[in-house]
């Protein structure tokens, strides 16, 4: 399985900050990597795939990047209803696998 | 909308069979494939397998041998069975739908959850 590692595992941020976390990938994984953010006690919601397309009604403030091995998820301006649990996922091969996640939390 | 709910027992003994299903409303259960993602205490996610609508199954290999997932296109429903369980099986279960064509992919819809204690 491929294995994807999320730093930092979490942050403290303030609303307006800009916040970059990076997953990474134990191998090449071809762009083929989709973000998720989870709100505690609630299913995730599905907001980027191929690195970097957001889905639709996705705000602009998030953005996918990266290649390779190496992946990033940057969010411009944090706002309140950004604080959350981010969860990168391969899907090059099966099985998908998941990171472990960062946790955005309010400074 | 397309929309999930799980459901099942809440309490499942040790060596037991584990028993989910999913009902699907708001949509068709055709294309797409039909997801299961469980979630531990306090941890992260863990994809368990899917069913495309064709039938095909694909399963994570470190629960493969225990596992089956299955669909009843007649009833909007798919299901887990997840047998032997021990205490490292007690999750949230999600059910989800991934979307998986040539120019898209995720696991676009899920349920809310469902959350399965291994005890005696």
């Known amino acids: 399985d491929i294995q994807m590692t999320q730093s930092p595992s979490s942050l403290s941020a303030s609303v307006g900050d800009r916040v970059t976390m990076t997953c990474r990938a134990s191998?090449?994984?071809?762009?083929?990597l989709a973000w998720y953010q989870q709100k505690p006690g609630k299913a995730p919601k599905f907001l980027i795939y191929a690195t970097s397309t957001l889905e639709s009604g996705v705000p602009s403030r998030f953005r996918g990047s990266g290649s390779g091995t190496d992946y990033t998820l940057t969010i411009s301006s944090l706002q309140p209803d950004d604080f959350a649990t981010y969860y990168c996922q391969q899907y090059y091969t099966a099985p998908p696998t998941f990171g472990g996640g960062t946790k955005v939390e309010i400074k | 909308q397309v929309q999930l709910q799980e459901s099942g027992p809440g309490l499942v003994k040790p060596s037991e069979t584990l028993s989910l299903s999913c009902s699907v409303s708001g949509g068709s259960i055709s294309d797409y494939y039909w997801t299961w993602i469980r979630q531990p205490p306090g941890k992260g996610l863990e994809w368990i397998g899917y069913i495309h609508y064709s039938g095909s199954t694909t399963y994570n290999p470190s629960l493969k041998s225990r596992l089956t997932i299955s669909l009843d296109t007649s009833k909007n429903q798919f299901s887990l069975r997840l047998s032997s369980v021990t205490a490292a099986d007690t999750a949230v279960y999600y059910c989800?739908?991934?979307?998986?064509?040539?120019?898209?992919?995720?696991?676009?819809?899920w349920g809310p959850g469902t959350t399965v204690i291994v005890s005696s």
């Open positions: 989800a739908r991934t979307d998986m064509t040539i120019i898209r992919y995720g696991v676009d819809v």
């Open positions: 191998q090449g994984i071809g762009n083929s």
